[in-house]
């Protein structure tokens, strides 16, 4: 890891400014599956440090590689760090590759997220209602269970030429029986720890006064870039922000739009 990590730091030294102009034009066209030449060289070098430390990495294509290195800002050494806790986490949270529903009945039970629907960008749309959701014991394990489920129900969906999905998160009839700390912080966890930059943008509607004491808890722990993702829309204004991103085609019907809601498991 020497050599690799003595090269990057190198470069990293002599154009800091120059690195610094092309990470924020890769930011700026982050919603893209172009990789430009800086990428494509910090792509390369992590590859070569983590293939020799997991073999199974060499499954992995260059832009789930790419997604890791945006999530460190294109720094090589902790993006490869990252990219292994998480194919160990894959090892041993889903053994088999994916999440089966006979798993997670209870969170199915509560018909609480759906998908349906792509934004102007072609990323796919799910819709989160919040008031459905309850905690029970056990719940913490199955919740984080059927969270991987949905995120790779969600990027199974994605067309070809996407990376990225909007999410819009209905609080409606949202009250402290449906607070869960617990749960609030594990669903970041796996977004940000385990499917990095994937989340385009996620839209907080109807969100109730007493709601926000639980977000000044949960706001700390919500990287930079995350955060930047993250809209909270006023009620006189929700058909007008949401139809600036999606078509009205596209919007669910309980918004003003064509389609109707579709529960996840059922998409």
């Known amino acids: 890891m020497s050599y690799y990590y003595h090269r990057e730091r190198k470069g990293r030294a002599m154009s800091s400014d120059h690195d610094h102009e092309k990470m924020e034009e890769a930011r700026d066209g982050e919603d893209t599956m172009e990789i430009n030449e800086m990428e494509q060289t910090k792509v390369r070098l992590m590859r070569a440090y983590v293939e020799s430390q997991d073999p199974s990495s060499q499954e992995v294509d260059d832009l789930m590689m790419r997604r890791f290195l945006r999530a460190r800002d294109l720094d090589v050494e902790k993006a490869s760090a990252f990219f292994l806790r998480y194919l160990k986490w894959k090892q041993t949270f889903v053994p088999n590759g994916s999440i089966s529903l006979s798993v997670v009945p209870n969170e199915v039970a509560q018909n609480k997220m759906f998908l349906q629907g792509f934004d102007k960008q072609g990323r796919p749309i799910t819709v989160v209602l919040g008031a459905r959701h309850f905690q029970y014991q056990g719940s913490l394990a199955?919740?984080?269970?059927?969270?991987?489920?949905?995120?790779?129900?969600?990027?199974?969906?994605?067309?070809?030429?996407?990376?990225?999905?909007?999410?819009?998160?209905?609080?409606?009839?949202?009250?402290?029986?449906?607070?869960?700390?617990?749960?609030?912080?594990?669903?970041?966890?796996?977004?940000?720890?385990?499917?990095?930059?994937?989340?385009?943008?996620?839209?907080?509607?109807?969100?109730?006064?007493?709601?926000?004491?639980?977000?000044?808890?949960?706001?700390?722990f919500i990287d930079k870039n995350t955060k930047k993702k993250i809209v909270f829309v006023e009620k006189t204004k929700l058909r007008s922000t949401l139809l600036e991103e999606i078509d009205e085609s596209q919007l669910p019907q309980i918004y003003g739009g064509k389609l109707p809601l579709v529960p996840i498991h059922d998409s």
């Open 142 to 220: 199955e919740f984080k269970r059927f969270l991987v489920y949905v995120f790779d129900k969600i990027c199974a969906r994605m067309p070809g030429g996407q990376e990225k999905f909007v999410v819009i998160g209905d609080l409606e009839g949202w009250g402290y029986s449906n607070s869960d700390m617990r749960g609030y912080l594990g669903a970041l966890s796996i977004l940000q720890d385990y499917y990095p930059e994937r989340l385009g943008k996620l839209f907080i509607i109807h969100a109730p006064y007493i709601f926000m004491a639980v977000w000044k808890f949960v706001y700390p």
